[in-house]
């Protein structure tokens, strides 16, 4: 079980870590994320957490797994760090692409009332 515990931890630990990096601040421009990138990162997580679940509480531990497991506890808290100031930018994004849209409706129209003098 222990083997199998590892290699989830270990998948893990490589989407969380793709994440952090995708979340950092130097990152303007939030598009790039995809929402399936989103959903996959809280799979991981789930299945992590589940496998940890299945381990004895009180057994003798892998040294591999407490690598891992520390690993993927250290990823948590950066995440947990990271994901309020994603957020605020996924915020200013939508609000950008708001008003692009509101322009571009305004625009629309604008052409429609004036195609004569067009």
Known sequence: MSATAIEILRRANAVLRSGLTRFQPERTRCSTVQAQEL?????????????LRDLPPNGKKDPVLERQLSEFQGNLKQLKQALPGFHS?????????????TH??????????NKKTL
Not at 39 to 51: D, P, Q, V
């Open 39 to 51: 959903y996959a990162l809280r799979a991981e997580i789930r299945s992590a957490a589940g496998s």
């Open 89 to 101: 930018r996924l915020r200013a994004e939508l609000e950008r692409l708001a008003a692009a849209h």
């Open 104 to 113: 571009s409706v305004a625009a629309g129209a604008w052409v429609q009332a």
